[in-house]
């Protein structure tokens, strides 16, 4: 056996009473667990740094010098104490948001300070959130207490001597033991390109640190580790996967895509959408299987694109097919591919919950005879019982609002794998993007069509409510359309129903017949209905469409030119985003009002304020992913993927940049992992990727 298998029990200062502790609370159960079992933060109290030294890597650790000015900030929920800092080599800010009146009234402003805590980089300075202080007169008499790591412990732990100290302490025993245990998992050449410690040193240094920069180092070295095996395994699950599956090969660009590139397209396309279109085009005609991710903010014009890679493959003869998430826009979608090919000779079909069984009979007799060129719908086209004569490719829109399965029964369409595209509106930081489709090809539409003005976007409470209408009205009387958007999250939840019921009594009074028309949508209306409702709203008909998140995704009505987000502080902030992407869409100045209470947290807060500073989609997503978390972001089905022991995706994404970049230069030159150089990683990859093997996903 092993020395890292050997169960905990048998760790000098363990035994089974401990062990039982050790495994019920942490999931400790050998050597190794408590060898990975990682400090959460760090105490560095052997020395005194300078700011000018700072970076955002650091531990806790401690500063002297004096407080030169201390106010207050904001207000009730946001209030917060703010005390410059400085030494003789610059300023930190030091933050308080509890215990504020106590603390102002201790603070002696310009006497000695030492302060302790974790420096932290936000807005162009560091400042440090409820540092530890110690009014000090010189710093000759309190040094080197120090370097601690702190470790998670629980509060049963605690209570039977296993606290943060007493691990530590376990560690330092286990330590000594694995000498010889750490064998290099990576390749002479990465290790020295970069500086990284040895493995060993690595696993000393993080439980042990010998100091700030060792430590450092340590984590780096870690972080690395576990970021390059996983974008090594994705790699090769990509290569492997195009190894295996043989792809359809669309090497005509026949008379449908010409005809209807050169004569009927009503605009240029942007010079990225030219981009993305030749970057699917090469993968269709490769022989190899497409597998491709297209994010572009909302309004990019993703829908073209798609429309114009359908076009190929009904050029060679096979069949394609696109599916939305809701009923409205698959309809929509319909509407746009009708409206688009009308003067060409392609048969298009519209497939949803709500098709007639006698009609939905003919579509799938069409289909399995190859007479539908194009389907377009929802879920419905997963069924067992719709069935191709031949489908090259299929097209999946908001592909974040579909799970992985489904995703994946469209692939089984056919004996061999069609091409896939999966589009998505969310943007997805580049970190996220390359950990959750990182064994995909990512395209990106980073331009939206010319003319288009930024919608205006404000955040109002009800005390404006008067001022809005009149607003609203004079949009109206200038030809222009209006969203109001209620929350309704769960449909089966009374209160927000109520919520929703009052909203349209109160914009009906306001807006009354037959001055002004109204549509109203949400999800407990019949399909026939909501498609009725839609319809009058894209046609012009009805001046307001009140309605709940089912307008969310992708629905495009140029003429409206103003959203109004009832609660908006119950969205998230790519749903958000999402809502105010359904306006800005034609010539016309646009406008997002943001309704919202007074009691609101710090987050709601902070995601309104970020939909008023920016409308760049990308930024928005680097927001969300700050507030929330990757986890929550993606939601937890996803989530799973984004589990790592040391990394944390916000922090570290230069790191992920870097060895995403190493494990393609490997892949490069020696794909199998056979040259002699790279065998420590070979003998580390392979039992890792066996161990991974029920994950391996598509997309
Ligand atoms: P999304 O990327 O959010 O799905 P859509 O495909 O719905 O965006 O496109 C938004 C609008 O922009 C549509 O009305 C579409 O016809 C229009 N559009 C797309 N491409 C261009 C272009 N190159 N020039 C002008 N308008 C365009
Ligand atoms: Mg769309």
């Known amino acids: 056996m092993h020395i890292l298998t050997t169960s905990i029990e048998y760790l000098k200062g363990v035994g089974p009473v401990r062990a039982d502790l050790l495994k019920k609370e942490l999931k400790i159960f050998t050597f190794r667990d408590l060898l990975f079992h990682f400090p959460f933060r760090y105490i560095d109290k052997s020395k005194i740094y300078l700011i000018a030294d700072l970076t955002p890597e650091m531990p806790n650790i401690q500063l002297f010098g004096k407080i030169i000015k201390i106010e207050e900030k904001g207000h009730k929920k946001s209030k917060r104490l703010i005390a410059s800092f400085q030494d003789k080599s610059g300023i930190v800010e030091l933050v308080w948001f509890k215990g504020l009146r106590w603390i102002k009234s201790s603070i002696k402003l310009n006497s000695k300070y030492l302060v302790f805590g974790k420096p932290s980089f936000f807005k162009g300075t560091y400042n440090i959130v409820h540092p530890e202080i110690d009014l000090k007169e010189d710093n000759d008499n309190f040094f080197a207490t120090g370097f601690q790591a702190v470790y998670p412990s629980t509060e049963l732990l605690n209570s039977r001597g296993l606290s943060s100290r007493a691990i530590s302490k376990l560690i330092k025993t286990l330590l000594p033991l694995l000498q010889d245990c750490f064998d290099e998992t990576l390749s002479t050449d990465i290790i020295s390109k970069s500086n990284l410690p040895s493995r060993k040193e690595a696993f000393f240094n993080i439980h042990i640190p010998k100091n700030t920069k060792s430590l450092i180092r340590a984590q780096k070295r870690l972080k690395f580790e576990e970021l390059f095996f996983f974008q090594l395994h994705l790699l090769k699950t990509k290569v492997n996967r195009q190894e295996k599956i043989k792809g359809y090969s669309f090497h005509i660009l026949g008379d449908n895509f010409n005809n209807f590139y050169q004569n009927f397209l009503p605009f240029d396309l942007t010079n990225a959408q030219k981009r993305v279109l030749r970057e699917i085009r090469n993968d269709l005609k490769s022989?190899?299987?497409?597998?491709?991710?297209?994010?572009?903010?909302?309004?990019?014009?993703?829908?073209?694109?798609?429309?114009?890679?359908?076009?190929?493959?009904?050029?060679?003869?096979?069949?394609?097919?696109?599916?939305?998430?809701?009923?409205?826009?698959?309809?929509?979608?319909?509407?746009?591919?009708?409206?688009?090919?009308?003067s060409l000779d392609?048969?298009?079909?519209?497939?949803?919950?709500?098709?007639?069984?006698?009609?939905?009979?003919?579509?799938?007799?069409?289909?399995?005879?190859?007479?539908?060129?194009?389907?377009?719908?929802?879920?419905?086209?997963?069924?067992?019982?719709?069935?191709?004569?031949?489908?090259?490719?299929?097209?999946i829109?908001?592909?974040?609002?579909?799970?992985?399965?489904?995703?994946?029964?469209?692939?089984?369409?056919?004996?061999?794998?069609?091409?896939?595209?999966?589009?998505?509106?969310?943007?997805?930081?580049?970190?996220?993007?390359?950990?959750?489709?990182?064994?995909?090809?990512?395209?990106?539409?980073?331009?939206?069509?010319?003319?288009?003005?930024?919608?205006?976007?404000?955040?109002?409470?009800?005390?404006?409510?008067?001022?809005?209408?009149?607003?609203?009205?004079?949009?109206?009387?200038?030809?222009?359309?209006?969203?109001?958007?209620?929350?309704?999250?769960d449909e089966s939840e009374k209160l927000e129903y109520k919520n929703l019921v009052e909203g349209i009594n109160s914009i009906e009074r306001e807006f009354p017949l037959p001055e002004y028309q109204v549509s109203i949508l949400h999800g407990q209306m019949k399909a026939e209905d909501k498609e009725y409702e839609m319809k009058r709203f894209v046609e012009g008909v009805t001046n307001i469409m009140v309605s709940t998140t089912v307008i969310e995704v992708g629905v495009n009505v140029p003429n409206a030119s103003v959203m109004?987000?009832?609660?908006?502080?119950?969205?998230?902030?790519?749903?958000?985003?999402?809502?105010r992407g359904r306006v800005g869409r034609g010539a016309e100045q646009s406008y997002c009002i943001l309704m919202s209470g007074n009691k609101l947290s710090n987050e709601a807060k902070a995601r309104l304020s970020t939909m008023v500073e920016t409308n760049d989609g990308f930024k928005i997503a680097e927001e969300d992913l700050k507030l929330r978390g990757p986890g929550d972001m993606m939601g937890t089905q996803q989530s799973g993927m984004l589990n790592f022991k040391l990394v944390d995706l916000v922090r570290d994404n230069n790191i992920l940049i870097f060895a995403r970049r190493e494990a393609e230069n490997l892949l490069k030159y020696d794909q199998n992992l056979e040259k002699a150089e790279n065998i420590n990683i070979a003998k580390t990859y392979f039992p890792y990727a066996k161990e991974r093997l029920g994950w391996s996903r598509i997309s």
Not at 414 to 433: G, K, W
Request: aromatic fraction near 6%; include cysteine; charge should be positive.
């Open 287 to 342: 022989s190899k299987q497409m597998n491709r991710l297209l994010q572009g903010d909302v309004g990019s014009g993703k829908t073209l694109v798609a429309l114009l890679s359908m076009l190929i493959a009904v050029d060679n003869k096979y069949q394609a097919c696109i599916m939305a998430p809701t009923e409205i826009l698959s309809q929509q979608h319909f509407q746009y591919f009708s409206d688009f090919l009308n």
């Open 346 to 395: 392609i048969n298009i079909a519209l497939l949803t919950g709500s098709t007639k069984a006698k009609y939905r009979k003919t579509i799938h007799e069409q289909l399995e005879d190859g007479s539908i060129d194009l389907l377009i719908g929802t879920h419905a086209l997963l069924e067992d019982s719709v069935k191709f004569h031949n489908l090259g490719l299929v097209i």
């Open 564 to 579: 109004i987000i009832e609660s908006a502080e119950r969205f998230g902030l790519s749903q958000l985003h999402q809502l």
């Open 397 to 489: 829109d908001e592909q974040h609002r579909f799970g992985v399965a489904q995703r994946a029964r469209l692939w089984k369409k056919n004996n061999r794998p069609p091409h896939v595209l999966v589009m998505t509106a969310t943007p997805i930081p580049r970190t996220l993007s390359m950990t959750l489709y990182g064994d995909l090809d990512i395209s990106v539409i980073d331009e939206l069509p010319p003319g288009r003005k930024l919608v205006k976007t404000t955040w109002k409470s009800d005390s404006s409510r008067l001022k809005i209408i009149n607003f609203i009205k004079q949009q109206i009387k200038s030809g222009r359309q209006i969203y109001i958007v209620f929350p309704l999250i």
